[in-house]
């Protein structure tokens, strides 16, 4: 089945920066666009970025996050990134790695990891 597992979270200062890691299995992980979403406290879930099958040459980021975060993929290793630097405590959410069907339309969830910035 698939399954789709978070780590790296954690609780950083403002500026800080963490590395999240999604390992995937039960699929054929270069065949399919993948994404980070997050839900902040209260609040509805959204999509961070997004970055396209096999070579990961087209990414998207959302307004909030881009020029600070980097989504990337290891087809080999069935791994998704996302390097957060220069985290604001609005980044606080449980951020959720997913698998893309469509554009912007996602299949399956990973349990999510909590990032919590704070002074």
């Known amino acids: 089945q698939v399954q789709l597992v978070e780590s790296g979270g954690g609780s950083v200062r403002p500026g800080g920066s963490l590395r999240l890691s999604c390992t995937a299995s039960?699929?054929?992980?270069?065949?399919?666009?993948l994404a980070w979403a997050c839900r902040p406290p209260g609040k509805e879930s959204e999509w961070v970025s997004i970055i396209n099958a096999g070579a990961g040459d087209i990414i998207v980021y959302h307004d909030s996050v881009r020029g600070r975060f980097t989504i990337s993929r290891d087809n080999a290793r069935n791994t998704l990134y996302l390097e957060m630097n220069s985290l604001k405590p609005e980044d606080t959410a449980v951020y959720y790695c997913?698998?893309?069907?469509?554009?912007?339309?996602?299949?399956?969830w990973g349990q999510g990891t909590q990032v919590y910035v704070s002074s």
């Open positions: 039960g699929f054929t992980f270069g065949s399919y666009g």
């Open positions: 997913v698998r893309e069907v469509n554009w912007l339309t996602f299949d399956y």
